[in-house]
């Protein structure tokens, strides 16, 4: 490791090593399960999204297919629903804290050297200008004219610079394959006679949804 030009070592200490185990599983567990918290919930609220998300998988890879990131190709509606999910429920909705290196000037505003920034992350995936009544759930936004998923940069749940998420490829891959594993084998329902999981959220150090319970059955 190299600090300034004059201190090379090559190990961490045990203590930056701790660190970096826990930043590891912090920010990678507890974000990605949360989201997939947030599709099962929205999976029992949008039954007919459910049944377009079965088909493609039955379609792409049948009973005994293995789940794989290479489907997503073949699956648009289901990668569709996922980035709806993740604009919908923004688990990180502030990013993590920024210092302010040194005073810049952006779009007219002056930034003071040792600001404390957050990026509001929330505030992107609701902005009516970009998507229009921003608060109805509509996996449609993220498919073309050809029924092709559309990636947009309007979706930034990890947020965007040098400093952005590092586990998004990691995390895109694992919400894919585990959301189409589960509904491969399983089908997932609402306990009948409760009403709905909330759409309202805890907000701890993520947004997480209340307790919930659904119902699985083997397919
Ligand atoms: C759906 C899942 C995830 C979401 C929504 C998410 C979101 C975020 C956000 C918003 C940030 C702050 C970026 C900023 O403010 O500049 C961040 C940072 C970070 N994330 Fe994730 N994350 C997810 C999964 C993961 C996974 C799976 C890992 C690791 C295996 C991970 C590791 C990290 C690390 C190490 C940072 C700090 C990066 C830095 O400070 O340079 N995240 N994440």
């Known amino acids: 490791m190299k600090f300034g030009n004059e201190n090379i070592r090559d190990h961490f200490t045990e203590e930056e090593l701790n660190a970096i185990i826990r930043d590891m599983i912090v920010a990678g567990s507890e ?6 918290l947030w ?31 290479k489907l997503r190709e073949k699956m648009p509606f289901t990668c569709a629903f996922i ?19 040194e005073n810049i000037k952006i779009h007219g505003y002056t930034i ?57 490829a990691l995390a895109r891959q694992e919400m894919f394959i585990f959301l189409i594993a589960i509904l491969q084998k399983y089908e997932i329902n609402p306990v009948p006679g409760e009403p709905l999981p909330s759409l309202v959220g805890i907000n701890s150090l993520t947004y997480t949804p209340a307790n919930f319970k659904l119902i699985l059955t083997e397919r």
């Not at 929205?42 to 990131?69: F, N, R, Y």
């Not at 999910?85 to 302010?100: A, D, E, I, N």
Request: proline fraction near 9%; aromatic fraction near 8%; charge should be neutral.
């Open 31 to 36: 974000t990605t399960s949360n989201t997939l």
């Open 112 to 168: 003071p050297k040792g600001t404390t920034i957050l990026s509001n992350l929330w505030g992107v995936h609701n902005d009516p200008v970009t998507w229009p009544n921003p608060s109805q759930f509509d996996p449609h936004r993220h498919i073309d004219d050809q029924g092709k998923y559309r990636n947009s940069r309007n979706v930034i749940p990890f947020s965007i610079g040098p400093r952005s998420c590092l586990g998004e």
């Open 83 to 101: 980035q709806e999910s993740v604009r919908y429920f923004t688990v990180v909705p502030m990013g993590s804290q920024h210092y302010c290196q």
């Open 39 to 69: 599709c099962f919930v929205l999976l029992m609220h949008h039954p007919e999204h459910k049944k377009t998300i079965v088909k493609e998988i039955d379609e792409a890879m049948g009973a005994d297919g293995i789940p794989s990131s």
